[in-house]
């Protein structure tokens, strides 16, 4: 599977991941690879279900929240990114941290979306 994807600088916070080619509404974009899992809540890793967290320095991380997301983290069977909306060629990849991560700390919501919660949960 070809990667369409690419980091840049991001309106949201620091480098983004951004798509170089359409993706359609419920492609997936991106399986993430297990290979770097973590038993305990650590910062910069996704929850990922279990008691599982996984470190993914090659996109998963650079990944930024948006209340308005247009990808969802999907936790069926294996985890992969996945459109929830179709997404245009230099949009940036974005999902709700909210959906994921149950126990996290409150930091203050940059994504500028017009559903902005003004918060979204995070690991510190």
């Given at each position: 599977m070809k990667s369409n994807l690419y980091k840049k600088e991001s309106k949201i916070h620091g480098l983004g991941i951004f798509t170089n080619a359409p993706i359609l509404k419920n492609a997936v974009i991106y399986k993430v690879p297990l290979n770097k899992i973590y038993?305990?809540?650590r910062?910069?890793?996704a929850f990922i279900g279990n008691n599982m967290w996984v470190d993914d320095e090659k996109i998963l991380n650079f990944i930024n929240h948006s209340c308005n997301a247009n990808a969802k983290l999907d936790l069926?069977?294996?985890?992969?990114?996945?459109?929830?909306?179709k997404i245009k060629t230099d949009e940036e990849i974005t999902v709700d941290y909210d959906q994921t991560e149950l126990n996290g700390t409150k930091m203050i919501c940059c994504c500028k979306s017009k559903k902005c919660k003004k918060y979204f949960l995070t690991i510190q």
């Open positions: 038993h305990a809540a910062k910069k890793c069926s069977d294996k985890p992969q990114i996945i459109a929830k909306r």
